[in-house]
């Protein structure tokens, strides 16, 4: 008698937890980030993995009853190497998300990875706008290149210039912003005197400057790869005296990343960059993100430590839609629509691109009251969708 009152009480608890209990006893959820600890791109993933660090710091380490164990390894920027860690993550170690990508080439190379073993792919920063038609599985929490290129060259050449040169990091990024803001600034009526390209490993700026200045464009915009490349063009633009030409420059945020920018010093000042994330943004998120990221890391925040930050908060929210269920098709079905203020500011979860709707903002760099550079908003472009990647 006893020990059937003593069944039913098990049993009437058991009912009582629920799907909760249930998921505690399941393994924890474990998520494979791939990005570059080491080489020339280290700066970029410690920043990624800080943003990533700091969601579960504030958000704590179990969802919907699961347990989420980060598992971190270094492709050096190689893209060979990212696919070989995105085949190990899930036949070894059998990762429910594959997250991170310092470089497109990486994120291309692990596509076929996510669409075989239906992983959902977080690409944190590699931003070439054809990544997510790569695989049904990725979804993208950075933006991509043409969200900032088309309406950026119509900003440009809605400011007064006739005349503008392009001058980019060779490689798809790079190429495809070339494309995008010549794009945007002939649309306006603007002409393109000259496309140039810099190699990208060990880039030697000085004798494309000095083609720049011969051309004598309006403007001239650059785009570098993130990672203090930025520093070493702008360095090497005062030398060539680009400021005293008379050509106004305009950038991707690359170049002013929030980082690095007071490493550059004063030749920085006066920068136009355009991007989706400013550490000087104006956000009660934002100044809360900012400042627990200072505590946790002794440094600023840029967008790379933005994009990491956001790319869990989508895994944790969907993992709650779902239950702390961890099916691939699931997980993504549940990110698509997501809408959340993030330290950028509002964004979406755009369905047809799997890329998030956001807010492109033309920055200037300034020098503040405490004597740091840092980039303040004074124009914001609203709720911009990838340009080239129509409704399906």
Do not use: C
Not at 100 to 115: M, Q, R, S, V, Y
Not at 236 to 265: F, H, M, P, W
Not at 278 to 291: E, G, L, Q, T
């Amino acid at each position: 008698m006893k020990w059937g009152v003593a069944l039913a009480a098990l049993t009437a608890a058991a009912m009582f937890a629920g799907p909760q209990a249930q998921a505690q006893n399941e393994p924890p959820i474990k998520i494979g980030m791939i990005s570059s600890q080491t080489g020339p791109f280290a700066a970029v993933g410690r920043q990624m993995e800080a943003g990533v660090r700091l969601y579960m710091q504030l958000h704590g380490d179990t969802v919907a009853g699961r347990k989420i164990e980060l598992i971190v390894k270094d492709d050096t920027g190689v893209a060979d190497t990212t696919r070989r860690l995105a085949q190990e993550l899930v036949v070894n170690d059998k990762v429910n998300f594959l997250v991170g990508f310092t470089l497109t080439p990486g994120a291309l190379a692990t596509a076929p990875i996510a669409t075989q073993s239906k992983t959902p792919m977080i690409v944190m920063l590699g931003a070439t706008s054809i990544i997510p038609d790569r695989s049904p599985y990725i979804v993208r929490s950075m933006l991509s290149v043409a969200q900032v290129g088309v309406p950026f060259g119509e900003w440009i050449q809605q400011q007064g210039a006739k005349s503008i040169v392009t001058l980019v990091s060779d490689y798809g990024p790079g190429q495809d912003y070339e494309n995008l803001i010549t794009q945007g600034f002939e649309k306006r009526g603007g002409q393109v005197l000259g496309k140039l390209r810099v190699p990208l490993a060990n880039p030697e700026f000085a004798p494309f400057l000095q083609k720049v200045i011969d051309l004598k464009p309006d403007a001239l915009f650059v785009f570098v790869p993130s990672g203090g490349v930025g520093a070493a063009f702008m360095k090497q633009a005062a030398e060539r005296g680009l400021a005293q030409s008379g050509i106004k420059v305009y950038t991707e945020g690359s170049i002013v990343e929030d980082d690095i920018v007071n490493a550059a010093g004063d030749i920085a000042l006066g920068t136009i960059s355009a991007h989706n994330y400013s550490a000087a943004h104006d956000s009660a998120a934002n100044k809360a993100f900012v400042a627990a990221f200072k505590k946790a890391n002794n440094r600023r925040p840029n967008f790379v430590a933005v994009t990491g930050y956001d790319g869990m908060h989508m895994i944790y929210e969907a993992l709650k839609k779902t239950g702390g269920k961890g099916d691939g098709d699931a997980l993504v079905k549940a990110m698509i629509g997501m809408e959340f203020e993030s330290p950028r500011g509002p964004v979406k979860l755009d369905g047809e691109t799997r890329d998030l709707i956001q807010n492109i903002y033309v920055r200037r760099t300034e020098k503040g009251a405490d004597g740091e550079l840092y980039n303040v908003e004074f124009a914001t472009i609203p709720n911009v969708k990838d340009p080239t990647r129509p409704a399906k």
